[in-house]
């Protein structure tokens, strides 16, 4: 069975990167404090376990994206790290053309090719290699620190954080990928760094910080200040680290304030906020400093104090938040490929990743030209990965786990889905090592079928 194992393991595959979806969220706030963690070893009753890959790293990693089996991550040293393999194996990438050390605060990519990291003293990054080689780029003639980075495009992005000796706002636009960085002015007043970003398209998207939450839609020629429709604190003062919206209506915020509303929500677009208790609230030390939603309902939101870590989820909204992981380690963002995997960048170099038990997620936009499905990836795994499968035309469909001997052991699909291009994902928690096979099924009838590897 070894030997079978090493064989198959040594096959590769190709992805592909499916279209990018309309909603994207963008969150690499800055981490008022940084530390490091222990692992965690538990999870919320009846839903998948988290679980850690080990990045080339020890430092505290502040942002994380990946697309299909490539991942990248910016952390609190002179760098960033990589993986081409779904997270098993990472390469460290180290910016040592400069006299000084700073913090890199954000990542974004547009492809698997072509992406930015930003971070302190206004650097400025771009590669267009996968991460391997990263050219230095020419931010405004200000000083500051930019602590997330967001691209629509190869042309437009933003880049937030803070600038002078008060820590007033700071957004820089470019039009042409970075060759050139402007400074566009949403407020005038002192201490109001910025943390997060949520874009709905080109020209709608909010930004948010301390005591500031605005929104523009002309593409950030204009902003509306929203921060008056947020409860206001005992001694009028709110870090907001986090917007993360699933349509123009519905939207949430993760903060930190003396008052302990860490988690906020609107159902109005941003006119009012309310409180959403959760179990980190009752903690000394509460902020949020991510909150990603995947679907109205289904959401998960990290904490990180050097005192305290979790991560949180909930099933209908934020009306009950659960303690899905609780630690000392220090969560810090979160990000998610194709709403199938939620990945969490922690402490120590750590990346946190999870199944998201939904069933199947895509779109029926695509028409293949036949049934199929693709390897899953990473694989081997231990103990999530992701199928993905393509239904050339409208069936009842279902993708089902056999072990060697032909007992199924999950389905994992069951539904009745119209053409297009689709991802599940598996949670091998609770199967033994070794090489199990997947069949796409259509109106009943066998189109295909893979073997994939856990190993534990």
Avoid at 68 to 93: D, E, K, P, Q
Avoid at 139 to 153: E, T
Avoid at 390 to 415: A, C, F, H, P, W
Wanted: proline share 4%; charged share 10%.
């Amino acid at each position: 069975m070894k030997q079978l194992i090493l064989i198959i393991a040594l096959v590769a595959c190709v992805q592909t990167v499916p279209a990018q979806k309309n909603y994207i969220h963008i969150q690499d706030a800055n981490y008022f404090i940084h530390s490091y963690g222990d692992p965690v070893t538990s999870s919320s009753e009846g839903f998948p376990l988290w679980n850690s890959y080990q990045t080339s790293t020890t430092n505290q990693i502040t942002s994380v994206q990946f697309i299909s089996y490539m991942g990248w991550a910016s952390h609190t040293g002179m760098g960033l790290v990589l993986t081409s393999n779904g997270g098993y194996n990472w390469t460290s990438v180290s910016f040592n053309d400069t006299t000084f050390t700073t913090t890199y605060n954000g990542v974004y990519f547009i492809n698997h090719f072509t992406g930015w990291t930003v971070g302190g003293a206004l650097q400025i990054r771009k590669t267009t290699n996968r991460g391997v080689n990263w050219v230095r780029q020419v931010p405004p003639p200000i000083a500051g620190v930019l602590n997330s980075v967001y691209f629509f495009d190869a042309n437009t992005g933003y880049a937030i954080g803070r600038q002078g000796m008060y820590y007033n706002s700071c957004i820089i636009k470019t039009t042409n990928g970075g060759v050139n960085w402007t400074e566009v002015i949403a407020s005038t007043s002192t201490e109001n760094e910025l943390s997060g970003q949520y874009w709905f398209n080109s020209s709608t998207g909010w930004i948010c910080g301390k005591n500031f939450l605005m929104k523009t839609t002309n593409g950030a020629s204009n902003f509306t200040n929203y921060f008056a429709g947020i409860p206001p604190t005992s001694n009028n003062a709110n870090a907001l680290l986090c917007v993360n919206f699933q349509n123009p209506l519905t939207g949430w915020i993760g903060a930190s304030n003396l008052d302990k509303k860490n988690i906020y929500k609107t159902t109005n677009g941003g006119l009012n906020w309310f409180f959403q208790d959760n179990p980190v609230a009752q903690n000394t030390y509460v902020q949020i400093n991510d909150i990603l939603f995947t679907d109205p309902d289904w959401g998960y939101a990290a904490h990180g104090t050097p005192y305290s870590g979790a991560i949180l989820f909930t099933t209908n909204g934020g009306l009950n938040w659960t303690l899905d992981e609780g630690t000392s380690t220090w969560f810090d963002c979160l990000n998610s490929y194709n709403d199938a995997i939620v990945y969490c960048g922690a402490g120590a170099g750590k990346v946190w990743y999870c199944p998201i038990p939904d069933g199947v997620n895509g779109t029926g936009t695509d028409k293949p030209d036949k049934f199929r499905l693709h390897q899953n990836y990473p694989n081997p795994f231990n103990p999530s990965s992701v199928i993905r499968f393509e239904i050339q035309e409208t069936s009842d469909v279902r993708v089902s786990v056999y072990d060697i001997e032909g007992k199924e052991m999950k389905t994992l699909v069951n539904s009745r889905l119209k053409a297009g291009v689709y991802e599940t994902a598996i949670n091998g928690s609770g199967l033994s090592s070794g090489v199990y096979i997947y069949v796409l099924f259509a109106d009943g009838k066998r189109m295909d079928s893979r073997k994939m590897i856990l190993m534990k």
